[in-house]
């Protein structure tokens, strides 16, 4: 892992940025169900918002977590510091699911959980590069992808919510 571009061993050994700056690695989530979703404060998804959080306050007590990784690679749609966009998230849309520093998704700068993550195939068998703000990631309690759907797939989805409530606790 000495270059970054990890893209073999556990997910949970990838180091992250919280949005506030602290720097860790995905064993925090250890054990959890994950939505990972790259998200947007400018983007016409970013209304998505509302229905992520209400995801995490459906099922947080059963052990998921939506994880969301702002970027600002798909028409600029990210264009704030890390502070504004902690702001915009929690007075807008009441998030109150962990966030993290701004991230690429894509290319040569890709995050390496998104060059592990984009390696993951969607239902249609398409893996590759992220295809918009709000492309979402199902990790299961044992961190392995299980599911990748499209940005417009919306996060209260039933496909989406049926594979998250499949790897849960009961």
Excluded at 43 to 71: I, K, N, S
Excluded at 84 to 109: H, L, W
Excluded at 146 to 154: E, L, Q, S, Y
């Amino acid at each position: 892992m000495s270059d970054g571009t990890q893209t073999t061993g556990s997910l949970y050994d990838i180091p992250v940025t919280t949005i506030d700056g602290r720097d860790t690695t995905l064993a925090e989530w250890a054990g959890h169900v994950l939505l990972i979703v790259n998200v947007a404060s400018e983007c016409g998804l970013t209304p998505q918002y509302e229905a992520l959080q209400e995801l995490q306050d459906e099922f947080a007590m059963r052990g998921f977590f939506v994880l969301g990784f702002p970027c600002n690679q798909f028409g600029g749609q990210e264009p704030g510091t890390e502070e504004q966009i902690e702001q915009f998230c929690r007075s807008t849309y009441g998030v109150e699911f962990p966030m993290f520093a701004k991230i690429d998704v894509n290319g040569d700068d890709a995050h390496p959980l998104y060059r592990r993550l984009t390696q993951f195939a969607d239902a249609d068998g398409e893996a590759g590069d992220v295809a918009w703000n709000f492309e979402k990631f199902v990790v299961d309690d044992s961190g392995e992808i299980v599911g990748r759907f499209r940005p417009r797939t919306a996060p209260d989805d039933d496909a989406i919510i049926d594979l998250i409530e499949e790897h849960l606790p009961v």
